[in-house]
Structures are given as structure tokens and as C-alpha cells.
């Protein structure tokens, strides 16, 4: 098996979105493999204990890896719309982070979707499985060993520190580890979604930013390339 998804989730998702992001995925038509905090028949699905958190997802990560015999993953998350083009990529490598840099992020609320330099979401990442598999495992026992194993349903401060896409950050500027990364881009965009139950913070406004990033754009929801993102979600 060259590729495979794995697909997270904690249930507290609702629909549309919900049901509407795990029917674009299948359409891939690709070997999923799920996990969740309660049974959801999607995929090859495992149920994770525990309260929703980073440490949870960590969890429920590699669990789908370690289920997963494919050469290559991608990561794919509940609130996330891929597009078919998104699953074309194969990796050169298998020692690097691959990212899907062709994304744009939309808060429901909000008629304007946003892009930015270097914005590499953990969704649109792809890579070998068994060198995500080392640096999760990884990761998780560095968790333990700073004690940062406590629950929180909303982001801790440590999680971000670190960073939460492997390879993006070197350990001098506070990372994990001094893997490489690269991108790639499809040829329609995934589409990242924000909402009230978003897990990291929105940033969806320039002012939500410490450090204002470069090449910011904005453009209407209904411009966004490939999708028609008022009538799929109705709103």
C-alpha cells in the first residue's frame, strides 16, 4: 500500500461540516484510518480513551499510524476540506515533513477566507509513515518527561512553543527536533476551517498575530478557487 489517510477526531464536531469533510475524503478513495474519542463508523476506526487535548491527539496519532501499513500518511482532520488534487502528491523523501502549501483558512462566521506566508497546517501534512511514526512517538515521551501530560480541552502554552508541525521548527527557536521540511501544492485547495470549537487559536485576523506574518491576503469565501463554500455549507 503506497498511501493512506489518518483521520482524527473528537466527536465534538456537528454537521454539516462533519459529515460533509469525511464524504470529500472518501472520495479520495483511499485506505482510512480513524481514530476517535467515541466509535464512529469511518475507516478502520480505533476509540482512544481520555478527554479531549493535546495529549489525546498525540494518542489518537499514532494510533492510526501504527495501524496504517501504507509508505506514505496524510494527515487529515475532522474540520479540514481536501480536495481530490490534495491526495496526488507522493513524497521524494522519506526523511522530510511535506506540507500543502496551496490552503486557505475560513472562519464560519467570517465572509473572507485568509492565506499567509509559511501558514503549514498539521492538515495538510504528508509524509513516510514510519518516520512520523518515530517523531510522535518521540514526541509523546518528551511530553511525559516534562510533565506536560495534563488534560486541557483548549491549547496548552507548551504545545505551540514546541510547535505543532514537525520540521517547521529547529530546536534552537524551542522545537522538538531539527528535521527538515518542504512543501508542495495542489492544484485546488484545501480549505481549513475555523469555528467555535476549533482546538488551537483562529487567528484569523491580522491583529490576532504577535509577530505579523508575511504576504497576508484576504479575498471573499466565495472566491476561494475550486469551491463553492456558501452552498456546500449552506451559511
Known sequence: MLKSCIYYTDNRLKDPLYSLVQKHLLEAKLPIFSSSLKPIDFGDNE????????PTMINQIISC???SKSMFVFFCEHDVLYPDSHFNFIPDKDDVFYYNENVWRWHLKYDYAIQYDRMLPLSTLCVNREFALEHYKFRKKKIEEMGWSDLRSREPRWARRIG??????KKRRGGLTDDNYDTWSSEYP?????HKGTFSSPKIHLKDFKHPPKWWKEIPVEDVYGWNLRKLLKT
Request: no cysteine; glycine share 10%.
Open 190 to 194: 484545501v480549505i481549513d476551517i475555523r
Open 65 to 67: 499510524l501504527e495501524r
Open 164 to 169: 505543532y508541525e514537525p520540521g517547521t521548527k
Open 47 to 54: 476509540v482512544i480513551k481520555g478527554e479531549r487535548s493535546y
